[in-house]
């Protein structure tokens, strides 16, 4: 009965050179070991297998019908293998395959959407899949009826909000009052152009306001690995050399 989980791919990569040579004192030099433990992995190959693969004597090592049926499947596995660490190492060196962005509607349509051209130039054989939702962004936020305001160095002063409308949608609810239906406390990155055309009005400049009263910062949130994929890593970077220092929203 064979046992797969025992196959090692050492001892798989030695049965092909072994195959070859047809000598275990070749390959033990070639591979820098004694020739006794080229024989043991290829015994522990066999018992893996339960099936001989070489008819040993003093002169040669031969193949038997066992070991010519295993060779080719042991040749595929090298091969797999080797286009494995191929692709792997391509990674490494050029972003490429998929990467998927996902971010506000709003700040994904100003600002990380108008970056995509010059991203696809970059990184030809990167496919971006970028989602647009401000789901993530206000859940797990207390509502439109907490709004936290305070002068610099300041306690923070709750004031509670009636709304005339609420929305999940950041341009709705620019769009209402560009209209003059109300007040809204924004980002930066979001009325920015508003603010510099004056189609907006900031109010109490000299107050921090937010709806917490954590600082607000710009994140790229993406899984704890040890080693990032180079396409997470290539689309951070490239986005914050375009973003800018300082922001070139606030600039």
């Known amino acids: 009965m064979t046992d797969a989980g025992n196959i090692s791919l050492r001892a798989v990569l030695i049965f092909i050179q072994v195959y070859d040579a047809q000598n275990f004192s070749a390959v033990a030099r070639r591979e820098g070991v004694a020739a006794s433990q080229v024989s043991r992995a290829i015994h522990q190959l066999e018992d893996a297998l339960g099936q001989q693969l070489f008819y040993r004597n003093t002169r040669a090592v031969i193949p038997t019908e066992s070991g010519h049926l295993f060779i080719r499947y042991a040749r595929a596995m090298a091969g797999n293998l080797e286009e494995a660490r191929r692709e792997l190492d391509e990674r490494a060196l050029e972003p490429t395959g998929p990467i998927r962005i996902n971010c506000p509607v709003f700040f994904g349509q100003r600002h990380v959407a108008p970056g995509l051209?010059?991203?696809?130039?970059?990184?030809?054989?990167?496919?971006?899949?970028?989602?647009?939702?401000?789901d993530f962004v206000y859940r797990g936020s207390s509502g439109p009826n907490r709004w936290l305001m305070r002068r610099p160095g300041e306690a923070w002063v709750h004031y509670p909000v009636a709304p005339l409308m609420t929305s999940n949608n950041a341009e709705t609810l620019l769009v209402a009052a560009l209209?003059?239906?109300?007040?809204?406390?924004?980002?930066?990155?979001?009325?920015?152009?508003?603010?510099?055309?004056?189609?907006?009005?900031?109010?109490?400049?000299?107050?921090e306001c937010g709806i917490n009263t954590e600082p607000q910062t710009l994140a790229a949130i993406y899984p704890h690995t040890r080693h990032p994929p180079l396409n997470v890593r290539a689309v951070i970077d490239?986005?914050?050399?375009?973003?800018?220092?300082?922001?070139?929203?606030?600039?």
């Open 117 to 134: 051209a010059g991203l696809s130039a970059r990184y030809p054989r990167l496919s971006v899949e970028l989602t647009l939702t401000d």
């Open 179 to 207: 209209g003059g239906m109300g007040i809204v406390l924004f980002p930066d990155w979001l009325v920015s152009e508003r603010l510099k055309s004056g189609e907006l009005v900031s109010l109490l400049p000299e107050h």
């Open 238 to 251: 490239y986005y914050v050399a375009l973003f800018g220092t300082p922001l070139y929203w606030q600039a």
